[in-house]
């Protein structure tokens, strides 16, 4: 994890004192920390992209040039998902790159909503990873009778890279989702703070109005 990803939390409890404010530099912080993840993101979706294309193209000609059936139908249906896949992250992630207004609840807004559509795409992570799962495994067994996978260590090295990269990629979307959890607790709490303070500043503006002097009492 990056010293950067604690950062949300370090402020929050920052503000857990005795402070009435934000201070200054907080929400500068804030700010700087949300710019900067979107330039990342913007990065991050670019290379998606990329890689999206390419594996795309070798999964096209892998099965235009596949010999059996179930070769083709695996490179086709893979291709597919991925395709899918990829055009809902892309639809996830629309107005996920920079605030609606320049102001600190705004900002803090934009990292809420960054985290609900990343849980909701490592979702879509978890259905792809299945979908994979429910794609090679029937093409392995197929692969083992078929006789491609004569020996047993062959058969036993496939279904064990096949667990193997299967639980990698479990344990990798479980990670990504812990951490989305935690940011998303984290923002929220600090909105609820930002929040929080305008009320106190809206009753100091109340409490700072002059008082009527009190009616002398009937004698």
Same mark, same amino acid.
Not at 153 to 164: D, Y
Not at 171 to 184: Q, S
């Given at each position: 994890?990056?010293?950067?990803?604690?950062?949300?939390?370090?402020?929050?409890?920052?503000?857990?004192?005795?402070?009435?404010?934000?201070?200054?530099?907080?929400?500068?912080?804030?700010?700087?920390?949300?710019?900067?993840?979107?330039?990342?993101?913007?990065?991050?979706?670019?290379?998606?992209?990329?890689?999206?294309?390419?594996?795309?193209?070798?999964?096209?000609?892998?099965?235009?040039?596949?010999?059996?059936?179930?070769?083709?139908?695996?490179?086709?249906?893979? $291709? &597919?998902?991925?395709?899918? =896949?990829? /055009?809902?992250?892309?639809?996830?992630?629309? +107005?996920?790159? @920079?605030?609606?207004? !320049?102001?600190?609840?705004?900002?803090?807004?934009?990292?809420?909503?960054?985290?609900?559509?990343?849980?909701?795409?490592?979702?879509?992570?978890?259905?792809?990873?299945?979908?994979?799962?429910?794609?090679?495994?029937?093409?392995?067994?197929?692969?083992?009778?078929?006789?491609?996978?004569?020996?047993?260590?062959?058969?036993?090295?496939?279904?064990?890279?096949?667990?193997?990269?299967?639980?990698? $990629? &479990?344990?990798?979307?479980? =990670?990504? /989702?812990?951490?989305?959890?935690?940011?998303? +607790?984290?923002? @929220?709490?600090?909105? !609820?703070?930002?929040?929080?303070?305008?009320?106190?500043?809206?009753?100091?503006?109340?409490?700072?109005?002059?008082?009527?002097?009190?009616?002398?009492?009937?004698?």
């Amino acid at each position: 994890m990056n010293p950067s990803d604690d950062e949300l939390t370090r402020w929050t409890r920052a503000w857990r004192g005795d402070e009435e404010r934000l201070p200054p530099d907080v929400e500068e912080a804030v700010r700087r920390s949300v710019r900067r993840k979107s330039r990342a993101l913007v990065a991050m979706a670019i290379l998606e992209i990329i890689l999206t294309v390419c594996g795309l193209v070798v999964l096209t000609k892998l099965a235009i040039r596949a010999s059996g059936t179930a070769d083709r139908a695996v490179a086709f249906s893979l $291709a &597919a998902s991925i395709a899918v =896949f990829a /055009g809902l992250i892309g639809w996830s992630r629309r +107005g996920t790159f @920079r605030p609606r207004a !320049e102001t600190t609840r705004a900002f803090l807004d934009l990292v809420i909503l960054r985290s609900e559509r990343r849980l909701s795409e490592l979702r879509l992570g978890w259905v792809l990873l299945a979908l994979e799962a429910a794609v090679f495994l029937p093409w392995l067994i197929h692969k083992t009778y078929a006789g491609v996978l004569a020996t047993p260590s062959a058969a036993l090295m496939a279904f064990g890279f096949l667990i193997a990269m299967s639980g990698a $990629a &479990a344990i990798f979307l479980r =990670f990504l /989702g812990a951490r989305a959890r935690h940011e998303l +607790g984290e923002a @929220r709490e600090a909105l !609820e703070m930002l929040s929080g303070d305008a009320e106190v500043d809206d009753r100091n503006v109340v409490n700072s109005k002059p008082s009527r002097a009190p009616k002398p009492p009937l004698l």
